[in-house]
């Protein structure tokens, strides 16, 4: 075989794919599945918005439901790096809930969030598998790095707490609390004003009192 022709032949399935098309795919399909829903963006559509081929869709993800897993992947990794949940056992406690926090209240309230949680719980996807290719992809992802984080702190003896998963699951819970609850309905004429920041605070405070090594 010549060297032309070898250069010319197309990336075989183990060659790494062009990043810069994944990204620009990955943003397209957030923009539409929020727009449209799962359901109302089709592959085709998502191709011309990231200016690629539907095959390049195809190749990168394989398909529709790994492709909308993937976007939520990337969503919760932008507001949630991996980074927030690393050993940092010098950092305070208390400082390292109020960092995750307040990257998790800001990440549930931005608009695509809102409107991506009225689709989750639209008719057309309630009792459908996509709920739980939602969870995997993004919740279970978050709860999973804080529920380690959790088990560090309490091998340190920083936390007395018997099941640290649940401990997780009630900390996200109350960060979502009245706010996001309001975000979601619409509704914005609650008596209460409280910053992001002190809703935060209240939060940790309460996790504190709860689970803190006396």
Same mark, same amino acid.
């Given at each position: 075989?010549?060297?032309?022709?070898?250069?010319?032949?197309?990336?075989?399935?183990?060659?790494?794919?062009?990043?810069?098309?994944?990204?620009?795919?990955?943003? %397209?399909?957030? *923009?539409?599945?929020?727009?449209?829903?799962?359901? &109302?963006?089709? #592959?085709?559509?998502?191709?011309? =918005? !990231? @200016?690629?081929?539907?095959?390049?869709?195809?190749?990168?993800?394989?398909?529709?439901?790994?492709?909308?897993?993937?976007?939520?992947?990337?969503?919760?990794?932008?507001?949630?790096?991996?980074?927030?949940?690393?050993?940092?056992?010098?950092?305070?406690?208390?400082?390292?809930?109020?960092?995750?926090?307040?990257?998790?209240?800001?990440?549930?309230?931005?608009?695509?969030?809102? %409107?991506?949680? *009225?689709?989750?719980?639209?008719?057309?996807?309630? &009792?459908?598998? #996509?709920?739980?290719?939602?969870? =995997? !992809? @993004?919740?279970?992802?978050?709860?999973?790095?804080?529920?380690?984080?959790?088990?560090?702190?309490?091998?340190?003896?920083?936390?007395?707490?018997?099941?640290?998963?649940?401990?997780?699951?009630?900390?996200?819970?109350?960060?979502?609390?009245?706010?996001?609850?309001?975000?979601?309905?619409?509704?914005?004429?609650?008596?209460?004003?409280?910053?992001?920041?002190?809703?935060?605070?209240?939060?940790?405070?309460?996790?504190?009192?709860?689970?803190?090594?006396?």
């Amino acid at each position: 075989m010549t060297r032309n022709a070898a250069e010319s032949k197309p990336a075989g399935p183990g060659r790494p794919k062009d990043l810069a098309k994944r990204a620009a795919i990955l943003d %397209a399909a957030k *923009r539409l599945f929020v727009l449209q829903g799962f359901d &109302g963006a089709s #592959m085709d559509q998502i191709a011309a =918005e !990231a @200016g690629v081929s539907k095959l390049t869709v195809y190749s990168h993800f394989g398909d529709k439901d790994r492709l909308f897993a993937e976007a939520v992947r990337a969503h919760c990794e932008l507001g949630m790096p991996t980074r927030l949940f690393e050993p940092h056992p010098g950092v305070p406690l208390r400082e390292r809930l109020v960092d995750i926090g307040e990257a998790f209240f800001a990440m549930i309230m931005t608009p695509e969030a809102i %409107a991506g949680h *009225r689709i989750l719980c639209s008719p057309q996807i309630t &009792g459908s598998h #996509m709920p739980a290719v939602f969870w =995997e !992809a @993004g919740p279970q992802r978050v709860q999973n790095s804080f529920t380690a984080l959790l088990e560090r702190r309490i091998a340190a003896g920083e936390l007395e707490i018997e099941d640290p998963a649940r401990a997780a699951s009630q900390f996200f819970t109350l960060l979502k609390g009245e706010p996001h609850a309001q975000a979601v309905f619409g509704y914005c004429c609650s008596g209460r004003h409280d910053t992001p920041q002190e809703h935060v605070a209240g939060v940790v405070e309460l996790f504190l009192r709860a689970y803190a090594k006396r």
